[in-house]
């Protein structure tokens, strides 16, 4: 007899344990713990950010940040050190977020590539090699490239103007990996935040040094009007020529299902099976026929998504890792490959951390085949997955490439964990500059007095209206928890429940002609979303009832559950209601 089909992700033991891991976390903050916080960024360091014995011999001041567990090899050894601020830097930086939030103009959303990305920062390219040379000799002629890399950045550029990005060489390696072994590259960026995640470096190494196409894919369409998106699209290909465009979202509408509701509010929640993103598969697709032409036969794909389009509401079961090939241990004897070596296609899958490249393979695929989570740096080790016999998909860690994105911005885009934030309130206030929170937060003010128009909020108001609305208090003190709920609101952003987007330069100048661009109907398409009109956005938001009665929170945890709360395609602001 045939055994049984592995059953899915998230295995009752796994969900059990989860939920005793909640329930202690729930006991220590019920004990009036005001460290609460404390102690999870702690838990957070110790899961995540391993320190070694070069971090502690560097002194307090440097922190070395996105490491990865240790292996027999010595893989951090080029954690190497961030300036961290002071404690005058920090309390400066607590003082503005205690001034009133002056509100900017939309435009001030505007950003091109060079806002970030300047010359002279250009991310670490493997060093020449040939087949004369021994591993050993290989691997020390690479770390002694890497240094001198990050020697040559460090004199270059000021520390504070530097954002944090990847300093582990094994990381790098395994995108140089998987640049080799690719025939068309994908670029995954958040819609959100297309300029800020598109390094052009990456770009132009792969176009005119690897000659590779370049396909640049916004993921999380369902987070940005598609208007914008269509302006988007004209940027790319205008400032990058060669670049293909395709857009995405892992959550198409069908991926939803209703989450039942929750004081009388509507809620949704990500399927347990998930079908394929047909549309946006199709059009990957179609770009892909047209790079490979007849190199390489693409057909038992077309089929796949022909099928997976046919079949509605068909809930099969879901069977995991039986495709995938882990690469555990860092391998340096790597080389560029001939394109399309026998009539295969090899699709490799980068971009920076959380942006969702591990999502994209999943909806690709129509099943869960790698692991996805909320928290930034997720895929430690890339992994390749066979799509039909003669495709396969490579799925790269995240990488946070060099650039001069003040660290604020570096939060809210998902490069910078969250849980290791030493001063959550100037990124809130960042937003609040460009959206109303107390207005879409329906808050009232700390002081008492009753939210009026022109009323002035500081950042650290709206963290404390937010604490007492959501009932976050300190039991030793009993005062609002604001720390916790700075958190709280930067989690809401960074999943897209409080959404804000960039836009590119010039577009509220261009605003109407891109609301009627051809484009924007293909785009609503891929979407899937059928009701959203683009000036619904922040309207939205007026429906967030008063649920200051609910003391869940949701973890900043792995998020691999079967049924996970995710962004509400049609109303992002009803998900606030539902916080759990
Ligand atoms: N709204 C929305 N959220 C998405 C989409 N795709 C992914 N996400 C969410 O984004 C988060 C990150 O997804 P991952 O697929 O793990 O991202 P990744 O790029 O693989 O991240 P790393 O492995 O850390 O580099 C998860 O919480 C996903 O649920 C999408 O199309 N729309
Ligand atoms: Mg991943």
Known sequence: MAPPSRRVAFSAKAKKKQLQNKREENRERDKGDGDFLEKRKKNYVAQHLLTNDSQVAAGPSMEAINLQPRTGRNVNRFNLKFHVESKEEIEARK??????????AESGLELGTDFCFVPGLEFPQ?????????QQKLDMKENKYFREYI????KSFPLAELSYFELNLETWRQLWRVLEMTDILLVVIDSRFPSLLFPPSLYNYVSQHLKRDVILVFNKIDLVPASVLAAWKHYFQTQFPLLRIVFFTS???YNLR???????????????????????????????EDICGT??????????????????GDDEEVEIGELIQQVKKPDVGFHQQERFQSGMLTIGCVGQPNVGKSSLINALMGKKVVSVSRTPGHTKHFQ????????????????VFPSQLPRTLQVLVGSYPIAHLREPYTAVGYVGKYLNLPELLKMDHPSGEKATEGQEWSAYDICEGWAIKRGFMTKRAARPDVARSANHLLRLILEGRITLYLRPPNYKAEESKWQSHPDVAEI??????????????????????DDSNQESEEEDDDDESEEEQVPASSNKFALLEDDD
Not at 126 to 134: G, S
Not at 151 to 154: L, P
């Open 95 to 104: 003082e503005i977020a205690r001034q009133a939030i002056v509100p900017e």
């Open 126 to 134: 493997r060093p020449k090699w040939d087949y004369n040379l021994t």
């Open 151 to 154: 020697d040559e950045i460090e």
């Open 251 to 253: 959550l198409p509408s």
């Open 258 to 288: 209703d989450g039942g509701s929750k004081s009388g509010m509507k809620t949704q929640r990500r399927k347990g099976t998930m079908k394929m993103a047909a549309e946006g598969a199709q059009k990957l697709l179609e770009v892909c």
């Open 295 to 312: 190199q390489v036969d693409l057909s038992a794909w077309r089929s796949k998504i022909t099928e997976e389009m046919a079949l509605k």
């Open 384 to 399: 390749t997955i066979f799509l039909t016999p003669n495709v396969k998909l490579c799925d790269c860690p995240g990488l």
């Open 524 to 545: 609503t398409n891929i979407q899937a979303l059928g009701q959203m009109k683009d000036d619904g956005w922040l309207e939205a938001a007026a429906e967030v009832v």
